[in-house]
Nanobody
Framework: QVQLVESGGGLVQAGDSLRLSCAAS????????LGWFRRAPGKERLFVAA????????YYADSVKGRFTISRDNAKNTFYLQMNNLNPEDTAVYYC????????????????WGQGTQVTVSS
């Protein structure tokens, strides 16, 4: 019952920044843990970042700590991934995700996924 749509990807150069957005349907958005994943060419989809239902807790993959920030705006049913100092290793399709367990606790169990948005970083 949850529909997620990513946007904001594009082609950038190393050192640039992008902000990805994920718009969600449904009236219980504020109760769901949320996350971002990415899949590089020829690789498995990997965890990038997550945020708790109330935004109090965030989690990041080691590869993006200090560069990426996840945030949410429950009033807009939207959440974001701010990506700074991008490098070519960040090139991937980025997916937003939702854990359908209301007020769920970490570790999260993501079951709903967006369609993906391409981020390409040239050197």
């Amino acid at each position: 019952q949850v529909q997620l749509v990513e946007s904001g990807g594009g082609l950038v150069q190393a050192g640039d920044s992008l902000r990805l957005s994920c718009a969600a349907s449904g009236s219980r958005f504020s109760s769901y843990p949320l996350g971002w994943f990415r899949r590089a060419p020829g690789k498995e989809r990997l965890f990038v970042a997550a945020i708790s239902w109330n935004g109090a807790d965030t989690y990041y993959a080691d590869s993006v700590k200090g560069r990426f920030t996840i945030s949410r705006d429950n009033a807009k049913n939207t959440f974001y991934l701010q990506m700074n100092n991008l490098n070519p290793e960040d090139t991937a399709v980025y997916y937003c995700a939702c854990d359908p367990h209301l007020y769920g606790a970490y570790p999260y169990d993501f079951h709903y996924w967006g369609q993906g948005t391409q981020v390409t970083v040239s050197s």
